[in-house]
């Protein structure tokens, strides 16, 4: 079993940034791939950013530059700095996991956080 726990999300302005934080536990070394999701009101998960077993890093095509994911093994946590953030990026941002190799084509999670509320105002 893996268990993540999300922090850092929060209200900003148009443009503003925030960091995401995602501390992972449980029985599990590298193996694992791990990926930030979000859900918007209304709309269906989406993923977000993945970060690999292999120290690959893809991201949706909505992201254009603006968000990075880093990835600390050795921690176990994974980051997702989100710069120049838009009102459409309102969304609650779950932290995931799949065991084995996966990019933002084919992931499908074992594992969720439960989730950090992100809000973008104009």
């Known amino acids: 079993q893996i268990q993540l726990r999300e922090t850092g999300g929060g209200s900003v302005h148009t443009g503003g940034s925030l960091t995401l934080f995602c501390a992972a536990s449980?029985?599990?070394?590298?193996?694992?791939?791990m990926a930030w999701f979000r859900q918007a009101p209304g709309k269906e998960r989406e993923a977000v950013a993945v970060?690999?077993?292999?120290?690959?890093?893809t991201y949706a095509g909505f992201v254009n530059g603006r968000f990075v994911i880093s990835r600390d093994f050795a921690k176990k946590t994974v980051d997702l700095r989100m710069d120049n953030l838009k009102p459409e990026d309102t969304a609650m941002y779950y932290c995931?996991?799949?065991?084995?190799?996966?990019?933002?084509?084919?992931?499908?999670?074992?594992?969720w956080g439960q989730g950090t509320q992100v809000t973008v105002s104009s």
């Open positions: 970060f690999n077993n292999n120290g690959e890093r």
């Open positions: 449980g029985t599990f070394r590298t193996e694992v791939t």
């Open positions: 995931a996991a799949e065991r084995g190799w996966a990019s933002i084509r084919n992931i499908e999670p074992d594992y």
